[in-house]
C-alpha cells in the first residue's frame, strides 16, 4: 500500500498561485496512476486533475482546465498540483490518491486506493 502526504496548501488571494505537492512511500509510486481531488465544506469529493504512471496522459475537470496542470516526478515519488488564476471556488480540502495503473476512469474516486490526509487551500476574494 502506498501511503501518501500532501503538502502546499495555504491562503491566496484571487488570482494567484500555489503549487501542491504529494510525496509517496513504496516502490510501486511510479507504476501508479495518481489523481487530486478537492471538497469544500457542503459539497461531495469531486475530481480535480489526473496523471498516467509515465505521465503520457492527463486529465482535467472543465472547471479547473486552463488553470491547473498536474505532473509527477517518479525519481522523487511526487505529484504535484501547479494552481494558477486561483478563484474563491477553488477553496477546499485538496487530497491526492493513487489507483493501479489499469482500473477504469481517472475521474471516478472508488477507482482509487489510496488517499492522502488532505491539505487545505483558501482563495480569498
Known amino acids: 500500500q502506498v501511503q501518501l502526504v500532501e503538502s502546499g496548501g495555504g491562503l491566496v488571494q484571487a488570482g494567484g498561485s500555489l503549487r501542491l505537492s504529494c510525496a509517496a512511500s513504496g516502490r510501486t509510486f511510479s507504476t501508479r496512476g495518481m489523481g487530486w481531488f478537492r471538497q469544500a465544506p457542503g459539497k461531495e469529493r469531486e475530481f480535480v486533475a489526473g496523471?498516467?504512471?509515465?505521465?503520457?496522459?492527463?486529465y482535467y475537470a472543465d472547471s479547473v482546465k486552463g488553470r491547473f496542470t498536474i505532473s509527477r516526478d517518479n525519481a522523487k515519488n511526487t505529484v504535484y498540483l501547479q494552481m494558477n488564476s486561483l478563484k474563491p471556488e477553488d477553496t477546499a480540502v485538496y487530497y491526492c490518491?493513487?489507483?493501479?495503473?489499469?482500473?477504469?476512469?481517472?475521474?471516478?474516486?472508488?477507482?482509487?486506493?489510496?488517499w492522502g490526509q488532505g491539505t487545505q487551500v483558501t482563495v480569498s476574494s
Open positions: 496523471i498516467s504512471w509515465s505521465a503520457t496522459n492527463t
Open positions: 490518491a493513487g489507483r493501479p495503473s489499469y482500473s477504469g476512469s481517472y475521474y471516478h474516486a472508488d477507482v482509487y486506493d489510496s
